[in-house]
């Protein structure tokens, strides 16, 4: 199940009125199989096009009476033909490109045009907190000491996200807002590697090793980790806006 299906379902079991965004719901099985439940609005958006988020946004104040206590930013792009290529080994500079592009359009972009357009309904909020889904494999640290060169347009843009989130911290610091970035953790949201791609997915865990020896190379269910999430947003306080934790709420990310 897909982390952002987990949310909805959890936020929904507590009471939550929850507004999912999504560019093709009628493609969303998960949403689909839920869309009638009490307090559940499913909007069309792209997270890459101002002007559905515009409308996204008109469209959730109508439903809230004009606020949102809480954003959480969850999309993401991630190309499997890319992700074992190194920055000096990808298949040609064309196709370089066009990855990196298309994740900081969708990484970077997306969450900063996300967090603008919801950013009036979320100022007239009562917790006014925005998370963002991160990655471990943004840590620059952690990658220096597994020595890892692979997975790079979605760990270079999410790096660049880690940025962004100090950005609006500080720029609507004395507003009351906590944003923070988080990393779910290894978590069980795909379909189990093909055989060709094992040898490539021991090469990652065997560079997990390197910063964490005693970690057990076993995912959590998505349950497991938005739980452990939610506990973290829960307890935000202005305090914490800028920074970037783990599931664990440090920065321990496995």
Do not use: C
Request: net charge negative; charged share 25%; no cysteine.
């Amino acid at each position: 199940m897909p982390s952002y299906l987990q949310f909805v379902l959890d936020l929904l079991a507590r009471g939550d009125v929850v507004i999912a965004l999504a560019r093709n719901p009628e493609k969303s099985e998960g949403l689909q199989n839920i869309k009638d439940r009490k307090n559940l609005h499913i909007i069309k958006a792209d997270i890459a096009d101002a002007a559905s988020l515009k409308r996204a946004a008109e469209e959730t104040a109508k439903v809230t009476g004009g606020s949102l206590d809480v954003l959480i930013n969850n999309g993401v792009h991630y190309d499997k033909r890319y992700v074992y290529n190194t920055l000096v080994d990808f298949p040609s500079t064309e196709e370089l490109i066009s990855d990196f592009t298309k994740s900081f359009e969708t990484n970077v972009l997306g969450p900063i045009l996300t967090t603008n357009a919801f950013l009036p309904l979320l100022k007239k909020g009562t917790q006014k907190k925005v998370i963002t889904l991160n990655t471990g494999l943004a840590d620059t640290k952690l990658t220096l000491d597994i020595e890892y060169p692979k997975v790079t347009s979605y760990s270079i843009s999410k790096a660049a996200l880690d940025m962004v989130n100090v950005k609006y911290a500080v720029a609507l610091k004395n507003e009351g807002f906590s944003f923070l970035d988080i990393s779910p953790g290894l978590v069980d949201t795909q379909a189990p590697p093909k055989p060709e791609e094992m040898g490539e997915v021991m090469e990652m865990i065997t560079a997990f090793k390197k910063g964490y020896p005693d970690w057990t190379p076993v995912p959590m269910t998505p349950a497991e980790s938005v739980k452990l999430m939610l506990e973290i947003i829960d307890n935000l306080t202005v305090e914490d806006s800028g920074k970037f934790v783990s599931h664990k709420n440090n920065r321990e990310w496995l």
